[in-house]
């Protein structure tokens, strides 16, 4: 089992809450639940790990879900509709998409139609990033 890519679900997206106190099943928590079940018997179950975040910050997104591998882009979705049926489907393509992809880029037209919109965050990979040293003079 080589699980170098991970989907990251947020658990906390889309709650409810009363008093300060969060009240049955987020759809965060309903989302994780329906991707579990399609990847128990998804062809890439062994190479991408399923992760439960308990928040993303991603809020006034939910439900939010990330990619990252190492030497790949980091993508963070939000906007993902937990109770509509197509959505871990749709979730799961794009991560197969994602892992077959050399540097994890996803262009708009090539990912499903549940992603093509809330893409909240695109992170370089850290082998892309050049860290400026501080000079003499910044010091």
């Given at each position: 089992m080589n699980q170098t890519h991970t989907v990251f679900v947020c658990t906390t997206c889309a709650s409810t809450w009363k008093n300060g106190?969060?009240?049955?099943?987020s759809?965060?928590?309903?989302?994780?639940a329906?991707?579990?079940?399609?990847?128990?018997?998804?062809?890439?179950?062994?190479?991408?790990?399923?992760q439960p975040v308990a928040c993303m910050?991603?809020?006034?997104h939910a439900c939010t879900v990330a990619f990252s591998a190492p030497g790949k882009y980091t993508y963070l979705f939000g906007d993902l509709?937990?109770?509509?049926?197509?959505?871990?489907?749709?979730v799961l393509a794009c991560a197969a998409?994602?892992?077959?992809?050399?540097?994890g880029?996803?262009?708009w037209s090539e990912r499903p139609e549940a992603l093509k919109k809330g893409?909240?965050?695109?992170?370089?990979?850290?082998?892309?990033?050049?860290?400026?040293s501080p000079t003499a003079e910044s010091v």
């Open positions: 106190q969060r009240v049955g099943t759809g965060g928590e309903q989302l994780l329906q991707l579990t079940t399609l990847h128990e018997k998804w062809e890439l179950r062994d190479r991408v790990s399923l910050s991603g809020c006034t509709p937990a109770t509509e049926e197509c959505t871990p489907t749709a998409q994602y892992v077959a992809k050399p540097d880029q996803l262009p893409v909240l965050a695109k992170i370089p990979p850290l082998s892309s990033v050049t860290v400026a």
